[in-house]
């Protein structure tokens, strides 16, 4: 398996290579050269597999020979270890075909565990193998961050640096981050915005003069080719567990970077049946509006109840937009240069690719709230408001009531207990015995400046000899 630059100026790398690259040199993403492709049979084969050995199954033609089997069944398998619920990603009901696969079971509450405690397993792994030592740096509006941390931070020979907009997480996010206390963790909130944040890390992976000689920067943002590739098994799992492949399903996905959404693309094009893929956003709708109008001009940021989804530039969007541009790499490298500095719109073809790929719809807090309550009223199943973005999107603009439609729930409500309190909710929801004692933990936070050479300089003085 190789994988080749969005932008088309960089040379193809293999598994091991692309695991430990961020942004191509020409300032691309890396995705796979090809699919693997799965037939009907082979995946109803996997329904008695349970979710590790599932994602052996998906995630081995993407490793390739780089990692031998039994090493990667060890690290899959050693990867889900502290999920809560031994199904990993359990299905709850909520209506006749209606479904939320819960995917904040991991140990941080949200999603990105899925990723993150893969990723960081895979680094070990390579960096052992190699007696290598290197840089993290990431930004998060809200759960990445906590999730890479512990997903890392067991790891000898990383530095992880870690940069979320300063005040604009919710505080279960920022304390998740802020009481791991390790040497080589380092918190930095930067006053400004997660894009913000995200901008500085883009900019540090095109320009790594100010690490030391010997360290290289390692991306744990979904720029991370691996972080996608381990979001695609969950698809895979959830069509398993209502009658796939024989039975096609729909998903809801709320996103604001593309990526979890992206990861159900690919499970299409890899052979699973999906009848909808519904992009779900907030008030922060670039991706609503390019998909239904063509709209891809960048408009202000809004602070919404739904933090994790408070984004302007979809770092993953580049993938997908790779496909619909039939792969020309430099037409892409052109409309994303383009896109930092002026209103673009997508050719033609493009947006009809695009638009015939997705549907989407935008939810702001007002429906939010009104979701998360009318959900808990009829259920008693409580949402956290990004999940609540999903379900309601998924009402607005399900195509058929006869496919089953899976909204992906992608944390905690008690991450978020500001939303879930102005939904009705009587006392804010409790959070899981192991996090106890969060609360009363002590805290490690640098606040800095929204200046990448402040940031550069903290990190060359905190990174490890």
């Known amino acids: 398996m190789k994988y080749i630059s969005t932008r088309g100026q960089s040379p193809a790398l293999n598994f091991e290579e692309v ?51 039994d090493d990667l069944k060890a690290i899959i398998d050693d990867t889900y270890v502290e999920f809560r619920h031994p199904a990993v990603a359990p299905l709850v009901q909520l209506d006749h075909n209606e479904w939320v696969l819960e995917l904040f079971q991991g140990p941080t509450l949200a999603f990105k565990d899925f990723a993150l405690q893969m990723l960081g397993r895979l680094l070990d792994y390579v960096l052992e193998r190699r007696h290598q030592k290197v840089v993290i740096m990431g930004a998060t509006s809200g759960d990445t961050g906590s999730a890479a941390i512990q997903g890392c931070k067991r790891c000898n020979n990383i530095d992880i640096f870690i940069l979320h907009p300063y005040q604009r997480v919710s505080e279960v996010q920022r304390r998740q981050m802020t009481t791991i206390l390790a ?68 998903f809801s996905v709320p996103t604001g970077n593309f990526g979890d959404i992206y990861a159900g693309y690919l499970a299409s094009k890899m052979g699973l049946p999906i009848d909808q893929l519904i992009v779900a956003t907030n008030t922060n709708d670039i991706l609503h509006r390019c998909i239904s109008n063509n709209d891809f001009v960048k408009h202000d940021l809004e602070h919404t109840l739904s933090p994790s989804m408070d984004i ?21 490298g052109d409309l994303m240069t383009r896109f930092q500095s002026e209103d673009v719109v997508l050719s033609n073809s493009a947006f009809a690719s695009l638009n015939g790929l997705f549907d989407s719809y935008t939810v702001d807090d007002g429906q939010t709230i009104k979701t998360i309550e009318d959900v808990y009223e009829k259920n008693e199943y409580l949402l956290d408001p990004h999940s609540a973005i999903g379900v309601e999107a998924a009402r607005k603009v399900r195509r058929s009531y006869d496919v089953p439609m899976i909204t992906l729930a992608t944390a905690h409500p008690a991450k978020f207990p500001e939303a879930v309190m102005k939904a009705g909710f009587p006392h804010e929801p409790e959070l899981p015995h192991h996090m106890s004692s969060l609360f009363s933990d002590e805290e490690r936070v640098d606040i800095i400046e929204n200046d990448l050479s402040k940031v550069h300089q903290f990190m060359n003085e905190h990174i490890s000899s």
């Open 19 to 69: 695991l430990l690259t961020g942004l191509a040199p020409d300032g691309g993403l890396y995705v796979p050269e090809t699919l693997p492709k799965f037939s009907q049979q082979e995946i109803a084969s996997w329904t008695t597999l349970n979710y590790s050995e599932l994602a052996f199954k998906i995630v081995q033609p993407f490793v390739g020979e780089c990692i031998p089997a």
């Open 183 to 250: 040497d080589n963790i380092h918190n930095i909130a930067v006053k400004g915005n997660f894009d913000d944040c995200q901008s500085m890390v883009k900019a540090s992976f095109n320009d790594k003069s100010f690490l030391p000689e010997d360290r290289q920067l390692v991306a744990v943002n979904s720029i991370n080719w691996a972080r996608i590739m381990a979001q695609i098994v969950y698809y895979f799992y959830a069509s398993l567990s209502l009658g796939g492949p024989m039975r096609p399903v729909a």
């Open 312 to 332: 302007v530039v979809s770092s993953n969007f580049e993938r997908i937009l790779f496909d619909c541009y039939d792969r020309d790499g430099l037409a892409i």
